[in-house]
C-alpha cells in the first residue's frame, strides 16, 4: 500500500487515496496532526508526536523539535547520551505514521509519497528520501508541497479551467505555486519560496517583543528552560490573536512573574520585517509565469500560520481579492500527497489527471568570465537549467578549460539565482580528466538531468575523447552514503518504539509533568498526588479502570490548564 505524508516542520500528517477521495489517517491519539517532535523516554523508549511536544518544555534535552530545518546538514542533536541525525529522527515520525496507517488500513505500508518544500535543495531531498528508508518506506516521490497543495485543489476543481495561486505558510518555510488546470491537465506555472521563513519566525518576533518590553536583560535568553516556555506562551499568545484581540504572555522565573499583555496590531508591528519577506516569492513566481496578480482567478492559502488574519488581511490586499479559504490550511498538503499516491497506483477516478512541475531553482556551475586578454573575473554562476523550467529536464552547455595545457577541469556545481556563486548553494565538485591536446580540442559537454523529484544528475564528456564522467552529487558532509542509511536503519530498529496503545496515557502523563514544573506550592503538591495516583492506576494493568481514571485525569488537567492560564505546549 502506497500513503501520501506530509513531513512538516512543527506538524505532520499521513493520508491515503480510497473510494475516489483523499482520506486522512488518525494517530493513537485519534488526530490527524502529529506534532513532528521526538522525545527518548526514562526508559529508553521513543515517543513521537504529542506527548514528546509536551515533553519539550520538562525534559529539553532528551526532547526534540524542528528539525526539518537541518535536513541535508550534518548538524546533530543530542537526545540522552544518543546523538541523532536530522534524517533519523525524522524517519522516527514517518515510522509512526507509517504504524498509524496500517492500524488505519489492516495491512502494510511499505511505499510514500513525501512532500517538500519547493525550495528544498538536493542535499535536503536527499536527506528527507533517506529519512524515507531509515523508516522501511519506499520513496516513490518527492514532491514539492506547494504542488501538493495545488493538486488537492485541483482535483476539487477538475473541470474546470482556471488559474490559480497557492500561498503556503508552515511551520518553518513558504512557497508559492500558480497553477493552469485545463482539459484535465494542472500545470506548475511557476514556485518560488523561502526556506527560512514561517510561523515559527512568528514566534521568534513575539519572543523579542517580550524581552524588549519587559526590559529583560539579553543573558536570559541562555536559560533554555525559560526560552522554552517563553516560547510556549508565545506560540500560545499567536494563535490566541487569531480568533480574539488581545492576549497575554506569562512566564515565570524562580519568585518573579514576567507578564505581557498584546493585541494583535502589536504582533503585526513585531511582525512588519517578517511580512515584507512574504512580498519577494509571490512577485518572483507571477513574473516567472509571466502574469500580472489580476490575471488570477484564485487565491488558495495552505500551511497553518496562513490562519492568522495578519496573513489573510496581507493576501488580500496583495491580490486584491479575498483568498479561496474552503480548505483546512494544515491538512491540503498530505491530502494532495495521497492524490499523488492514487496517480502513482493508477486509479480510475485520476485516469485522466496529468500533472506537471517545474524546477523551482536554477543550477548551473561556477565559471570565470573573462575580461580582456589578460584578465578574468573568478566565480561567477553559470545556470545550465533555469528556475522554473518544467521537469523532468535535461539540458546541456559547453565549458573550455581556461589554461592551456591543463591535465583537470574542476566543474563545481550549485543551485540559486544570485549572480556569483558565493551566494548561491554549492551542491558539489565534478573532476573531469581532460586530454594532452591543445586547448579548442578540450571542450566539455555539461548535461544536467533534474528529475520529477528534484534530484540531479551531472554529466560530463570531452568532446574530442567522447569519455563521460558522471556524478551523483556526492562530497557533500550532510549527506549520509547508501551504506550509511543501511546501518542507521539497522541502529534505528534496536529503539525500542513506546506500546502506540501506550500512547494516550504517556501523553496525559507528559502533559501533567509540564504543568506540575509551572505551578507552585500547594496546587503543585496536589497535582503531584494526581500524577502519582494516575501511574499507579497505569500499574494495575487494568482496562476498563484505566480508560475511567484516563478520563478524570484528563479533565483535572484541562481544569488546571484553564484556571492558571498556562497555556499549549509549544507547537
Ligand atoms: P504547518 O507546518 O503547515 O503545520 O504550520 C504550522 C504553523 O502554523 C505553526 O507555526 C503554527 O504556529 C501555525 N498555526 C497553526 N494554527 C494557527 C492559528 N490558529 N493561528 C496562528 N498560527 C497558527
Known sequence: MIVGIDLGTTNSLVAVWREGQAQLIHNGLGEVLTPSCVSLDEDGSVLVGRAAR???????????????????????????????RPEELSALILKALKADAEAFLGEPVTEAIITVPAYFSDAQRKATRAAGQIAGLRVERLLNEPTAAALACGI??????????????????????ILD?????MEVRASAGDNFLGGEDFVHALRDLFFQRLALPESLRRDEAFMQRLSGQAEAAKRA???????????????????????????????APLLKRLRAPVERALRD??????????????????????????????????????????????????????????????DEVVMTDVSPYSL??????????????????????ERNTPVPVSRSKSYMPTTEGQSMIDLEIYQGESRMVRDNIHLGRLRVALPHAPLQDCAVDVRFTYDVNGLLQVEAMVRKTQETTSLVIEG??????????????????????????????????????????????????????QILRFEQLLSTQDARMIAAGRREFESVLERVERDSYLGDAPQ
Not at 556551475?365 to 545556470?383: I, Y
Not at 514544573?517 to 503543585?524: F, I, K, N, S, V
Open 54 to 84: 509536551e515533553r519539550l518544555q520538562t525534559h529539553p534535552e532528551r526532547s526534540a523539535a524542528l528539525f526539518k530545518r537541518y535536513m541535508g546538514s550534518n548538524k546533530t542533536v543530542r537526545l540522552g547520551k544518543r546523538e541523532f
Open 241 to 271: 490573536l487569531s480568533t480574539q484581540p488581545r492576549a497575554t504572555l506569562r512566564v515565570r522565573r524562580g519568585d518573579d512573574e514576567h507578564v505581557l499583555e498584546i493585541d494583535e496590531a502589536a504582533l503585526e508591528q513585531a511582525c
Open 364 to 385: 548551473g556551475v561556477e565559471v570565470s568570465v573573462r575580461l580582456d586578454d589578460r584578465s578574468s573575473s573568478q566565480g561567477h554562476f553559470d545556470p545550465v537549467i
Open 181 to 185: 488546470l485545463f482539459e484535465g491537465v
Open 156 to 177: 476539487h476543481l477538475r473541470g474546470a479551467e482556471t488559474r490559480f495561486l497557492v500561498f503556503d505558510l508552515g511551520g518553518g518555510t513558504f512557497d508559492v505555486s
Open 289 to 350: 509565469a509571466n502574469l500580472r496578480s489580476s490575471e488570477l482567478d484564485n487565491v488558495v492559502l495552505a500551511g497553518g500560520a496562513t490562519r492568522m488574519p495578519l496573513i489573510r488581511r496581507l493576501v488580500t490586499t496583495m491580490f486584491g481579492r479575498f483568498p479561496a479559504i474552503d480548505f483546512n490550511p494544515d491538512e491540503v498538503v498530505a491530502l494532495g500527497a495521497a492524490v499523488q499516491a492514487g496517480l502513482k497506483a493508477r486509479d480510475k477516478a485520476l
Open 476 to 529: 557533500n558532509p550532510g549527506l549520509l552514503s547508501p551504506a550509511e542509511v543501511a546501518q542507521r536503519l539497522k541502529s534505528l530498529a534496536e529503539l525500542k518504539i513506546h506500546p502506540r496503545d501506550k500512547l494516550e496515557n504517556r501523553t496525559l502523563l507528559a502533559r501533567g509533568e509540564r504543568l506540575y514544573e509551572q505551578l507552585r506550592g500547594e496546587q503543585r503538591e496536589w497535582l503531584g498526588m
